[in-house]
C-alpha cells in the first residue's frame, strides 16, 4: 500500500502566517472549472460561506487577488480565477509533483531496509 500525504505551504515570514494547501487549491481549480464560488462549494461538499471565506482569505494573503466574484442577479454572477489565481495553482500543482516524487524515492529507499 502506498502511502499518501498532504501538504502546504506556509509563509511565516509575514506578520499573520500564509497557508496555501490542497484544499484552497481543489476550491480555486473547482471554480474555475465551474465558474462559480456556489458551484465550486457544492462540488467540494462544503457550504457557500466556507467557499467565501477561504477565497477572502487567500485573496487578502496574495498581491493581486487569486479570484475575481460578480454579484448574482437576473444576469446571474460568476466567479473566475485571475491570472495570479491560474497560476497559484500552477505553481502549487508543480510543487506537488516535485514533492511526490522525492517522496516516493525516498520511501522506495526506506522500505529496502525494513523488513
Not at 460578480?70 to 444576469?75: E, I, Q, S
Not at 480565477?81 to 511526490?100: F, H, K, N, S, W
Request: proline share 3%; charged share 25%; net charge positive.
Amino acid at each position: 500500500m502506498r502511502p499518501t500525504f498532504r501538504f502546504h505551504i506556509r509563509d511565516r515570514a509575514h506578520e499573520s502566517e500564509i497557508a496555501i494547501g490542497p484544499g484552497k487549491i481543489a476550491l480555486l481549480e473547482a471554480i474555475e472549472a465551474t465558474g462559480s464560488i456556489t458551484a465550486a462549494a457544492r462540488q467540494l461538499g462544503m457550504s457557500y460561506r466556507r467557499a467565501w471565506l477561504l477565497v477572502d482569505e487567500t485573496n487578502r494573503s496574495l498581491v493581486h487577488a487569486a479570484v475575481t466574484a460578480a454579484a448574482g442577479g437576473k444576469k446571474g454572477g460568476g466567479a473566475q480565477l485571475t491570472p495570479t489565481g491560474i497560476e497559484l495553482c500552477r505553481r502549487y500543482r508543480a510543487i506537488e509533483r516535485q514533492v511526490d516524487a522525492a517522496v516516493t524515492r525516498e520511501l522506495r529507499s526506506l522500505l529496502r531496509i525494513t523488513r
